[in-house]
């Protein structure tokens, strides 16, 4: 059964850049792909974009289009995202999960969450 | 984009209650939904998907149904694990994307 481990919590400051991985542990993605899901406090889930490890191919929120990119490495079974210039809100819990139908499905295993702090 | 929109925003209710939590889409997503329960500090867990298919582990009083644009999520004897929030998530469309969520709360 696949689980996803997720990369420590961080504290960044404004303006820097945070990249959080995600391993796949007892499996690999396989023909699935893997998505990104963030949670600021106290507030409900915002997808961000997801990847095909296969084929590589992404597709991304639009309203994070400009300052985020998702990878993965297939050797490793691990996918990273990496969010650019970061504000004091993007403050939140960042969760990767295995998504069905090549990316455009339901989110049947998901990592645990990476804590992102950004503050002066 | 398709909106989701849940409701109610909070529930209170009591152990063995029936619980009705509704979520709208903005424009028809066939059953193209999924259901998901999150429990605070944790990572949400996948409930329910394509409306009303069961996912695995999942007890049989949860279920689901509707189709088109409107959508229910039904806890059939609420039980002490169950106090938790609920969200939605519709599949037909990028950008994937979630209801605001239901607070299942005691009454």
């Not at chain 2, 519709?90 to 969520?101: E, K, R, S």
Request: aromatic share 10%; with cysteine.
């Amino acid at each position: 059964q696949v689980h996803l481990v997720q990369s420590g919590a961080e504290v960044k400051r404004p303006g820097s850049s945070v990249k959080v991985s995600c391993k796949a542990s007892g499996g690999t993605f396989s023909t699935s792909a893997v998505t990104w899901v963030r949670q600021a406090p106290g507030q409900g889930l915002e997808w961000m974009g997801g990847i095909i490890p296969t084929s590589g191919s992404t597709r991304y929120a639009q309203i994070f289009q400009a300052r985020v990119t998702i990878t993965a490495d297939e050797s490793t079974s691990t996918s990273y995202m990496e969010l650019r210039s970061l504000r004091s809100d993007d403050t939140a819990i960042y969760y990767c999960a295995r998504v069905t139908a090549g990316g455009m499905g339901y989110m049947d295993v998901w990592g645990k969450g990476t804590t992102v702090t950004v503050s002066p | 984009d398709i909106q989701m929109t849940q409701s109610p925003s909070t529930l209170s209710a009591s152990i063995g209650d029936k619980v009705t939590i509704t979520c709208r889409a903005s424009q028809s997503i066939t059953n193209w939904l999924a259901w998901y329960q999150q429990r605070p500090g944790t990572a949400p867990k996948l409930l329910i998907y394509r409306a009303s298919n069961l996912a695995g582990g999942v007890p049989s009083r949860f279920s689901g149904s509707g189709s088109g644009t409107e959508f229910t999520l039904t806890i059939s004897g609420l039980q002490p694990d169950d106090f938790a929030t609920y969200y939605c998530q519709q599949y037909n469309n990028f950008p994937l994307t979630f209801g605001g969520g239901t607070k299942v709360e005691v009454k």
